[in-house]
C-alpha cells in the first residue's frame, strides 16, 4: 500500500458554497456554508406548513406525483395537498412515505429496483430519488440566490449528499446516479458531488462542540467527577429554568456554538457517536488527533434497521390486534390519505411520550377510520376496543384512543432494545475500550425514552451527551465535511473485498478439486485475492496496486468481478459468506499505440480510505490512463 497526497479539497474547484442534504427516512433537509465564511452554517429557511406538537426545521420525506406521473410536490406540501384531495381523485395519484429504507433493505438493489406508492402502484426508485434530489437543489439554489443578490449557478456548488456508515455499497452508487440523473453533478466531474456518511458528519460536528453547563437531575452528588461546587455549576442558574421546561432531561446540556475543541477533549479520546433516525441506526466510534483535530475510526461501522419507524411499527401492529390485520390492509389501500392522517396524529403523541409521564396520550381516529371500520365489520370501533381486551388502550368519548403511557412505552420498547443490544456488543469490543464520551444524534435521539435507556445503560461507563438542535446535528457537519472531506484520515473497510484469480498450484496448501492443468503447468483456481479485508484500517489516499493482462492484446474491455465477505478468513470465491458484489471495468477503447504491444498490463489503482470505493488504471506500455470504474449496481 502506498500514499498518495491528500487530494479533493474543494479549492482545486473553486467552489463558493458547499450545500449539505440530509436526505432523512422520515424527514429531511439541507444546510449550507459559503467557502470565504466556513464557520457560519445556515440552516435551510423554514418550510410552510408544519405539524401540531412537532417543531422541525426538516420537511417531512413524502413526495407526490400526478396520475400521468411527473412530480408534484415534495415534504409538507406533498402531505397536505394528498391529504385535501378527494377519495375518488387521490387513488390516481401517487404518494409515497418512508422510501428511503427500500435502498437498506433490497439485497439485489438495481437501477431498476422499483418503490410502491400508497395507491399500490410502482415507480422505479430512481425516478424518486432524483425528484426528491432535484427538488432540493432547486430550493437551495433559489435560497442562494436570493442571500448572494444574484443568479447561483449549480457549478459554484459543491453538493453533498448523506447516507448511512451501513448502508452497502450499491446503495451509496445508487445515490450518486440518482444525484446525477437530478443535475447536482455529472460523471464527467464527480468531485463536485460527496457522499458523506451521516455519523461522521455528526462525529464532526461534535468534536466542536463546547460544553457549556451541566446538569443533572438524577443525582445532585458528582457528575463524572465534578461536584455541584465546581466553576462548571456557576451558570446553573440559567440551566435551572431550561430544565424545569425539560423535565425528563438527565442528560448534559451542550452550547449550540461551533467554539474551540472542548479543552476536555485531549489527544487520543476515543469517542462513540451513535445517529439514530428514522429508519437506521448507525454506530461510528472516533479517536482524536490533535491539533488539528483530525479523526481516526477505530471500529467499522455497525448497527442496523433501529430507527423511530420501528416504533410506528409497532403501533400498527396494536392498531392490527385491535382492529385485525384485514381491516387495516384494506383500510391501508382504500383510504391511504386517512391513514396518513392516522399517523401523523400518532407521531405527534409518539413525540410527548416520556418515562415520568402519568396522563394517558390521546389519538385522534380519522372520521373515515371509524366510518370505514363501521362498515367492514358492521359493528363500532369502541366495540372492537372492548372485545379485543387490549390492556392499556380505550375508547374515549371524544373519538379518540386513549393510550395509557405504559402501553405507549411498550411501543418503543423493542426499538430501544435492540439499540442498547447493539452498543452492548460494540462496548465489549476492545478497540472500544476507554471510550470517553458517547453523543446521542439523530431525530430519534430526542426520544426521552430513548435518551433515559441509553442514560442507564451506558452512564457509568462514560458521558452520554446529546446536542441541542439534535436533529440537525447530521446535516451541520456534512456541511463541515464537504468544507474538508481530508479531515477524517483513517477508515474501517466494512467488508473484505477482492477478485478471482489462478495461482500456482502448490501442493498440500491447495485442496484438490481446485487444481487445474493448462499447458503443463498446474495451476489453483478459484483462489481469492484480497485487496482490502474487513475492518483493515486504511488511510484516506492509500491506494491498492494490482496488474491486469488482456488475453488477447486486441481486446477492448476487460471485465473483472468482485466480491466481497464480511469475513476476513477467507481464501477462495468459493468460500461460505463469499458473493460476487460487483465489476471492475478497464475500457481500453481509448488507448491507441498503434504497432499493438504483444503484451499488454494494465495497472489498476484502487483506493479504499474514502466513503465510496474509486478506481483509476495505467497501460503501463504507453503510461497512458485507462478508463477504469468499479460498478456495484449493474
Not at 492509500?542 to 478468513?569: F, G, H, M, W
Not at 478497464?586 to 466513503?611: A, K
Request: aromatic share 10%.
Amino acid at each position: 500500500l502506498q500514499k498518495d497526497s491528500d487530494s479533493g479539497s474543494a479549492d482545486e474547484q473553486n467552489f463558493s458554497v458547499v450545500v449539505a442534504i440530509d436526505f432523512g427516512t422520515t424527514s429531511s433537509g439541507y444546510a449550507y456554508s459559503f467557502s470565504k465564511e466556513p464557520e457560519c452554517i445556515h440552516i435551510m429557511r423554514r418550510w410552510e406548513g408544519g405539524d401540531p406538537g412537532v417543531s422541525n426545521q426538516k420537511t417531512p420525506t413524502t413526495m407526490l406525483l400526478m396520475p400521468d406521473r411527473k412530480f408534484h410536490s415534495f415534504g409538507f406540501a406533498a402531505r397536505d395537498f394528498y391529504h385535501d384531495l378527494d377519495p375518488s381523485e387521490s387513488k390516481h395519484w401517487l404518494y409515497f412515505e418512508k422510501f428511503k429504507m427500500k435502498l437498506h433493505s433490497s439485497t439485489d438493489l438495481t437501477m431498476e429496483t422499483d418503490l410502491i406508492a400508497a395507491n399500490g402502484k410502482k415507480v422505479k426508485a430512481l425516478e424518486i430519488f432524483a425528484y426528491a434530489l432535484q427538488y432540493f437543489k432547486e430550493q437551495a439554489l433559489k435560497e442562494l440566490s436570493d442571500q448572494a443578490g444574484c443568479e447561483m449557478e449549480n457549478s459554484e456548488v459543491r453538493w453533498v449528499v448523506t447516507v448511512p456508515a451501513i448502508w452497502k455499497q450499491p446503495a451509496k452508487q445508487f445515490m450518486r446516479q440518482a444525484a446525477y440523473k437530478a443535475g447536482l453533478a455529472y460523471p464527467d466531474n464527480p468531485e463536485q458531488l460527496i457522499i458523506a456518511l451521516e455519523p461522521e458528519g455528526a462525529s464532526i460536528y461534535c468534536r466542536k462542540l463546547r460544553l457549556h453547563q451541566m446538569i443533572d437531575l438524577s443525582n445532585k452528588a458528582a457528575i463524572n467527577g465534578f461536584s455541584p461546587t465546581d466553576p462548571v455549576f456557576s451558570s446553573v442558574c440559567s440551566a435551572k429554568d431550561h430544565t424545569r421546561r425539560n423535565r425528563q432531561s438527565r442528560i448534559f446540556m451542550v452550547e449550540n456554538v461551533i467554539g474551540e475543541l472542548w479543552s476536555e477533549l485531549e489527544e487520543g479520546d476515543k469517542y462513540v457517536v451513535v445517529d439514530c433516525g428514522g429508519g437506521t441506526v448507525d454506530l461510528t466510534v472516533h479517536q482524536i488527533r490533535l491539533p488539528e483535530g483530525h479523526l481516526k475510526e477505530l471500529y467499522k461501522a455497525s448497527g442496523g434497521p433501529y430507527g423511530s419507524l420501528g416504533v410506528d411499527y409497532e403501533f400498527e401492529k396494536l392498531l392490527c390486534k385491535i382492529f385485525g390485520d384485514d381491516f387495516i390492509d384494506q383500510f391501508k389501500v382504500k383510504r391511504p390519505a386517512a391513514w396518513v392522517d392516522l399517523m401523523i396524529a400518532f407521531e405527534s403523541r409518539k413525540r410527548a411520550a416520556a418515562p415520568e409521564r402519568t396522563n394517558p396520550l390521546n389519538i385522534t381516529l380519522p372520521f373515515s377510520f371509524i366510518d370505514y371500520y363501521k362498515k367492514f365489520r358492521g359493528h363500532s370501533v369502541e366495540h372492537a376496543l372492548r372485545k379485543s381486551n387490549v390492556d392499556f388502550v380505550k375508547w374515549s368519548s371524544q373519538g379518540m384512543l386513549r393510550m395509557n403511557p405504559d402501553a405507549m412505552n411498550a411501543l418503543f420498547k423493542p426499538t430501544v432494545d435492540h439499540i442498547i443490544e447493539h452498543l452492548s456488543n460494540l462496548f465489549q469490543k476492545p478497540e472500544v475500550s476507554g471510550v470517553k464520551f458517547l453523543f446521542l444524534v439523530g431525530g430519534f435521539a430526542e426520544s426521552p425514552l430513548l435518551q433515559l435507556a441509553v442514560q442507564q445503560a451506558f452512564g457509568n461507563q462514560c458521558r452520554v451527551i446529546i446536542p441541542h438542535d439534535v436533529g440537525l446535528t447530521i446535516l451541520k457537519g456534512a456541511v463541515l465535511f464537504g468544507l474538508d472531506p481530508a479531515v477524517i484520515k483513517v477508515r474501517r473497510s466494512p467488508m473484505t473485498y477482492g477478485v478471482g484469480v489462478l495461482n500456482r498450484y502448490v501442493e498440500g496448501k491447495h485442496p484438490a478439486e481446485k487444481l487445474l492443468l493448462k499447458d503443463g503447468t498446474r495451476w489453483c483456481t478459484d483462489v481469492l485475492d484480497k485487496f482490502i479485508l474487513s475492518d483493515q484500517s486504511v488511510a484516506l489516499g492509500e491506494t491498492v496496486k494490482r496488474s491486469y493482462t488482456p488475453a488477447k492484446p486486441s481486446q477492448l474491455l476487460i471485465i473483472i468481478n468482485v466480491y466481497c465477505s464480511e469475513r476476513e478468513d477467507v481464501n477462495f470465491i468459493t468460500d461460505p459468506g463469499v458473493r460476487k458484489c460487483g465489476t471492475l471495468k478497464l475500457d481500453l477503447t481509448g488507448v491507441d499505440s498503434t504497432p499493438v504491444p504483444t503484451r499488454r498490463e494494465i495497472q489498476t489503482i484502487m483506493q479504499f480510505g474514502d466513503t465510496e470505493i474509486k478506481a483509476t488504471a495505467l497501460d503501463i506500455t504507453t503510461s497512458k490512463s485507462v478508463k477504469a470504474s468499479i460498478d456495484f449496481l449493474n
